[in-house]
């Protein structure tokens, strides 16, 4: 896949061409030029994602965090690669993007060098915070040699109350204890504290490549078990770099992504 530095911007594209025979055909080439191909699965920005739901509603009634996926949220809005020092690829099919809203999810899967899928995740934001101080975006950058990449993080239930829980859900989540733990998902489980992954993460919101964003990602995988299988936290600070080609709207945000594995014939990109 030509991703060429994330995206084109539509400035690019459109604004600079001579009012010629030549640059309209040009112009029409490239509007007509897709970014989103030879993709795993065959995904394309606006394919249709069939997913099964019988390993949300068993997740869910084992006390899962994640976000049942709904019909209307069943196209793909945009497409992004992660680079990191790993072979293979790392793609993520978004569904919902989160950029103005709470509401984001994606299915992230791994491609190794044979071309074989060798995992498969579906993840949902639980909540999104913003690091306002120095203190803060040490901890979650784990530059202090702390916080993000401890060994374990504690999901309290006060947390999600004030995230519009009702109690009923909390109490199918927590039972009798008031919090939740999960162990770090990489590095020597005996240590106290490993790096947390560092990554860039391109994406593209349109077929053609306009419009996209580039984050860099400091991230660490927590996970728990539940009957049968285990729920992965995400927790993952993103540095917006720039979005449609606007780099002044620089932000920092961490997210917390809970996510599930699916199983490969469980899902199918129309």
Same mark, same amino acid.
């Given at each position: 896949?030509?991703?060429?530095?994330?995206?084109?911007?539509?400035?690019?594209?459109?604004?600079?061409?001579?009012?010629?025979?030549?640059?309209?055909?040009?112009?029409?080439?490239?509007?007509?030029?897709?970014?989103?191909?030879?993709?795993?699965?065959?995904?394309?920005?606006?394919?249709?994602?069939?997913?099964?739901?019988?390993?949300?509603?068993?997740?869910?009634?084992?006390?899962?965090?994640?976000?049942?996926?709904?019909?209307?949220?069943?196209?793909?809005?945009?497409?992004?690669?992660?680079?990191?020092?790993?072979?293979?690829?790392?793609?993520?099919?978004?569904?919902?993007?989160?950029?103005?809203?709470?509401?984001?999810?994606?299915?992230?899967?791994?491609?190794?060098?044979?071309?074989?899928?060798?995992?498969?995740?579906?993840?949902?934001?639980?909540?999104?915070?913003?690091?306002?101080?120095?203190?803060?975006?040490?901890?979650?950058?784990?530059?202090?040699?702390?916080?993000?990449?401890? *060994?374990?993080?504690?999901?309290? +239930? %006060?947390? =999600?109350?004030?995230?519009?829980?009702?109690?009923? $859900?909390? !109490?199918?989540?927590?039972?009798?204890?008031?919090?939740?733990?999960?162990?770090?998902?990489?590095?020597?489980?005996?240590?106290?504290?490993?790096?947390?992954?560092?990554?860039?993460?391109?994406?593209?919101?349109?077929?053609?490549?306009?419009?996209?964003?580039?984050?860099?990602?400091?991230?660490?995988?927590?996970? *728990?078990?539940?009957?049968?299988? +285990? %729920?992965? =936290?995400?927790?993952?600070?993103?540095?917006?770099? $720039?979005? !449609?080609?606007?780099?002044?709207?620089?932000?920092?945000?961490?997210?917390?992504?809970?996510?599930?594995?699916?199983?490969?014939?469980?899902?199918?990109?129309?």
């Amino acid at each position: 896949m030509a991703w060429k530095d994330a995206y084109q911007y539509a400035g690019k594209l459109f604004g600079k061409h001579s009012n010629t025979a030549v640059a309209s055909a040009e112009s029409q080439h490239q509007q007509a030029a897709r970014e989103d191909v030879n993709l795993p699965l065959r995904a394309r920005i606006g394919g249709v994602v069939n997913l099964q739901k019988t390993p949300f509603i068993r997740a869910v009634s084992q006390g899962s965090l994640i976000s049942m996926p709904e019909e209307k949220d069943s196209l793909i809005r945009a497409i992004s690669r992660v680079r990191l020092d790993i072979a293979g690829s790392l793609y993520r099919y978004y569904l919902l993007t989160g950029d103005q809203d709470d509401k984001e999810c994606f299915i992230q899967l791994y491609q190794n060098d044979a071309g074989d899928i060798s995992e498969l995740m579906y993840y949902s934001r639980l909540t999104r915070l913003i690091p306002e101080s120095s203190e803060d975006q040490e901890a979650y950058s784990g530059s202090a040699g702390y916080g993000l990449g401890d *060994r374990s993080y504690t999901l309290w +239930r %006060e947390q =999600l109350t004030g995230l519009a829980w009702d109690e009923a $859900s909390l !109490d199918s989540i927590f039972g009798d204890a008031g919090h939740l733990d999960y162990s770090r998902d990489a590095g020597d489980p005996l240590s106290d504290f490993v790096a947390p992954f560092q990554a860039q993460e391109s994406r593209i919101d349109d077929a053609g490549g306009q419009h996209g964003l580039i984050q860099d990602l400091i991230f660490m995988p927590y996970s *728990r078990a539940l009957e049968g299988q +285990r %729920e992965s =936290l995400l927790i993952s600070t993103e540095i917006v770099r $720039s979005q !449609d080609g606007d780099s002044s709207r620089r932000q920092i945000h961490v997210d917390f992504m809970i996510g599930i594995p699916v199983e490969l014939d469980r899902l199918l990109i129309q």
